[in-house]
Structure formats: C-alpha cells, structure tokens
C-alpha cells in the first residue's frame, strides 16, 4: 500500500519545500487536485502549477481533475509527464473518448467515483483503466469527515478487474485509517492529516504519521 500526498492542504506559499519534505518522509507520490468551481465548489490549483510542480518533483504526480470540461485539458496536462490522469465520469461526455485519448498520451488513466456514484455506472469503464479512485469524501475539499459507506466499493472494484490499482481520496487519518485498511486500498490519497503538524519538526511529524498510517488493520 503507498501514500500519496494531496497537495491541497499544504503550504502552498511553499509548495516546492513541502514536495521535498514529503519525499525525506517517505510519501510515494504527490496528488495534485485541479478544480474549476463549477463541477465542485471549490477552485484550486492551475496547469501551470502542474508544469512547475513536475519539474521540480522526483516524486510520481497524480492529477485529479474535477472540472467540468476534463476534454480541453488532456492533452496540456499530459505534456507534463504524469503518471496519472484520473477523470470523473459524473460529467463526462464520452468517457470512453476521454480514456482513449489519456492511454494515447501513455500516461496511466484513471477515475474518480464520488461517493453518491454506484459502481455498477461505472463498471464498463474499469477494463480501460489503469486506477480507480473510490471518493472517501465529497470532492471539492480537504479535511472533510470520511463517509464510511463509500470503503466497500474498494473490494466490489476488485472483484469487478482484479489487477486494477484501488485508490481511496480523502478524509484519511488516524481515526479513519483502521477501518480504511480494512478494504485494503493500494494507494491511499491523504491531504489535511499529513500537513497539520502541531510538531516544530514538520518532517518527524510528518514521519510518524506516515507509520500510523501504514499500519496493518
Ligand atoms: C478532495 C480531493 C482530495 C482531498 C484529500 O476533493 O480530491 O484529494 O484533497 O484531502 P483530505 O485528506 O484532507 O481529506
Ligand atoms: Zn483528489
């Protein structure tokens, strides 16, 4: 199981320092989330930050686009050499479309299922994809409370294509992470946990937490 690190909820007048201490505390990849304010009611982050980000992060990039118009922004997004492109299927027009054009870039696909979407909506779409996202919360914040109800779709996903990467997105923390490990998720996407340090020593605080999270059920 690895950790991924959302960058919502860091530092963000020090976004460059904060990759480099993720990757001293041993995070595996960093989950940049791109929202426009209309598909969620939240707007954050950029394109260019992403080309930004990619040149200085030696750690893997995810992107998680929640906008309303994913169709426009793939081929920019790819251009900056992530790993991951995760799209939601809510609003997109053409899922399949979409997918084909990320596979194409040979970046790794992925989507996002918000905690109201069943997976059988989304069942003819995870043959294609490389990862699937389960929301643990409502997109659009970070240190939101985890809707437990949305962990059981992490197995139904497995049963569906055994050999995909399971991801679950949001409201993981120490209170959360027992029942989460649970379901045995290979990635977890964590934000607001990771960066709340009450410790001076950000990374100390950071690594521990990492240990809390990995922890066996
Ligand atoms: C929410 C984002 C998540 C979020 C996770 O829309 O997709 O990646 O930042 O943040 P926490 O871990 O604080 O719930
Ligand atoms: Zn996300």
Redesign the pocket.
Known sequence: MRIAA?L??CDLLNIESEIKLLKKAGIAAV?I?I?DGHF?P?IAFGIDIIKQIAKISELPISV?L?IDNPEQFIDIVSYYNVDYLIIHTENSRNVENLMNRIKNKGIGCGI?INPQTQINSIRRYLEKCDLALV??????????TLISSTLKKIQQIKSIKHDIIVGI?????DKTISLVNKEKPDIL??????FDSEKENKLESMKEKIKVLCQKE
């Open positions: 959302s919502l909820s989950h989330d929202m969620v939240n998680h929640m996002a929301m643990g919360v409502h997109p659009g914040f970070g240190g939101q997105d949001g409201g993981i923390n996407i964590v934000g607001s946990y990771l």
